[in-house]
């Protein structure tokens, strides 16, 4: 005879063999009482964390045979694409289409897609951020923002302004798996217990100092920079001896969800600037889906996210694919850059370093 699962109490599975068959019929996924007031945004977060979960088992196989390395062609803004992009991809469509998603934004397709003619949702996304990483086992990411859409004739008209979220936030896929998001109203962390498939809420309180000693910017690309960018970068070089009168660190991990995370745990400033190689005049990430989403975190925490001048949040895209520059973290250092950038004389008089005198 066949169970009828709605009609038995839950008990906690004994085994985790157990727990892969059974958690889908009868365990909260996440628990968002007290968080959203919008069934439908719950819904949709709810999808999310069920395709992060999927993804999450996809990841930690990666070595199994699976070929989620292999390079399987370009995506539609001409990034090299690995397998393990294609399934995040595919995992996060279906789980938004069957939650009832009405229009989906993804990294790796060319166009919105509408998914369900009756939803008044979108769903912006890069599914898989930092796959490069993937044969290293560095932390990587998926970047997420919620939006309502008002006309379903044209969705880019509400995608392509960068603000007016119901949520947006990241997974991040490493030691600990962990959601971050807001909602609008501060930044909720909620972290995966493996065992019951479950996103635990963890108490947190994420907010990024005014001030910093840590900065991340990938430095073999400084003969390309803008003279703003190498003016500031020397300044925080020269350390206590120097105009900043303190030492810095420098971080890099080529993962915008990893240094995210790291900026809102502890601080610090990233930089992706416009620079003088062919096709990075305008950065490298992607306004719609790596970068609003990641500023309207970035300033629930008490920091700042421009393009180097202007606020990210306000401003608009011309297109799904479109490239910024980006400059986000503690309010202090994003200020001080937006100063070097409005005014080079601002930069302190470099004729006593060794480098400044051969600045372009």
């Known amino acids: 005879m066949k169970k009828k699962w709605q009609e038995q109490p839950w008990k906690k599975p004994k ?16 628990d968002l009482k007290n968080i959203t007031n919008d069934p439908a945004v719950d819904k949709v977060l709810t999808a999310l964390c ?43 469509y ?27 949702l979108g769903v912006a996304i890069d599914p898989l951020d930092g796959s490069s990483n993937i044969d290293c086992n560095v932390s990587i990411g998926t970047i997420f923002s919620i939006k309502e859409i008002k006309d379903k004739n044209r969705p880019e008209d509400d995608f392509f302004v960068l603000g007016s979220y119901l949520a947006s936030g990241y997974f991040i896929y490493g030691p ?7 909602v609008g109203n501060g930044i909720f962390k909620f972290l995966l ?7 635990i809420s963890v108490k947190s309180n994420l907010k990024i100092p005014e001030q910093t000693k840590e900065y991340a910017i990938n430095s073999s690309n400084t003969r390309y920079w803008p003279t703003p960018v190498r003016s500031y970068i020397e300044e925080l070089i020269d350390g206590a001896t120097g105009p900043r009168k303190k ?83 503690s309010k202090e250092e994003v200020e001080t850059i937006k100063k070097f950038y409005e005014d080079p004389k601002s930069a302190h008089e470099p004729l006593f370093r060794t480098r400044g005198l051969f600045n372009r």
Request: aromatic share 8%; hydrophobic share 40%.
């Open 15 to 30: 085994t985790h063999e157990n727990i892969a068959k059974n958690w889908m019929w009868v365990q909260v996924i996440i």
């Open 50 to 92: 069920s395709s992060a979960i999927k993804l999450n088992k996809e990841i930690s196989l990666s070595d199994s045979g699976g070929g989620h390395r292999v390079l399987v062609g370009l995506n539609s803004d001409g990034d090299s694409q690995k397998q393990l992009d294609v399934i995040a991809d595919d995992i996060f």
């Open 94 to 120: 279906k789980s938004l289409e069957a939650a009832g998603v009405g229009f989906y934004a993804s990294e790796e397709r060319e166009a919105i897609e509408m998914l369900n003619k009756a939803g008044n």
């Open 176 to 182: 600990q798996t962990l959601l971050v998001f807001t």
């Open 193 to 199: 217990d493996g065992e019951l498939n479950q996103f």
């Open 247 to 329: 030492n810095y660190n420098t971080r890099w991990v080529a993962s915008l969800v990893a240094e995210t995370h790291r900026i809102l745990e502890r601080g610090g400033v990233f930089l992706y600037p416009g620079d003088d190689r062919e096709g990075y005049s305008e950065g490298r990430l992607r306004k719609i889906y790596e970068c609003g989403p990641i500023a309207f975190l970035v300033e629930q925490a008490l920091g700042l996210a421009t393009d180097g001048i202007d606020p990210i949040l306000g401003s608009t895209a011309k297109s799904l694919h479109q490239r910024t520059p980006f400059v986000f973290g």
